[in-house]
């Protein structure tokens, strides 16, 4: 029987329990993977505590949403996927079905083949971190030459990922950090300006330093709360706000509406999910992913990787604060 961490109550990963599940065959339009190796993410620590933006239907259930492995069952209907093939979950909530286990049943909807040349530890390190950093800068309002874009805890997976993606498209980036340490690295990801964000700092006002006065087009922002009300007077104008995520967990953001109503500012809560659902934004994605790794433009950033029986300790490491950048994953060692 394949082996799954199963979350029994919203009482955080330390709660997470290793158990023997049954093997589920697929249904309709779904395939089954043997996981190779699944990858944690800030959204899961919130999930099970149910502070994320969805929450289970049920217990048991199982978190993770980013999982390669190698498909071994095939249900009625399914097309352009055959067994042995390697292949990648995309970034959704599949309620009690995610990735923290060793065989996964999925909507084929749901997967996309894993780019050439990588491992599964790569593979699975790739989808959520470039595909949410894609559609606000690429598909929703389009990041190029003469756009000025924030990102904020830009060390962050999704952050670094931006970063690249935005020098990609010919962006001006700018990145904040907690920790001068972080300023080299997430130069050579592609900020053009780091602001390290010590206390004291005036965010805004370096924005505008930084951008001869226009101040920024898009902020790419997980904090929320805290944050916001830092950059707003530095909106250019008809800038958007693409607000990720609730690092500051004051919830619901108060916004700073006359900043907003003076830039003609947009407030877009984007979650990374609805784009998945949408076919043809999803397949526009998955393009854009494909080619830049085939361009070798963009490439995977694991930082560490931790047996199946380790989760909880993945979990520790992942929670503080980190010298070292780039995903955590989980190998099954199938």
Known sequence: MPRAWLLHDYKGYQSLSLEEVPLQEPGAGEIRLRVEAFALNWGDMDLMWDRYSFSFPGFPARVGIEAAGVVDALGPGVRDIALGDRVCTLPYFYYDRGASTESLVIDQRYVARAPAGLSAVEATSIWMQFMTAYFPLDFVRKAGPGTNVLVTAATSTAGSASLQIGRILGATMIGTTRFARNAEYLKELGASHVIIDEPGTDIAAEIKRLTGGKGVDIAFDPVGASMIPRYSRALARDGWIFFYGTLDER???????????????????????????????????????????????????????YPMEEIKPAFDYLAKPREKHGKVVISTGL
Do not use: I, W
């Not at 907003?260 to 998945?276: D, E, I, R, T």
């Not at 080619?291 to 950033?301: E, I, Q, T, V, Y």
């Open 251 to 305: 919830f619901p953001t108060a916004l700073p509406l006359v900043d907003m109503f003076q830039k003609n500012a947009v407030f877009h809560p984007y979650s990374l999910f609805n784009y998945v659902e949408n076919p043809a934004a999803c397949a526009q994605g998955k393009a854009f992913v494909y080619d830049m790794f085939a361009k070798g433009r963009l490439s995977p950033n694991v930082d560490r990787v």
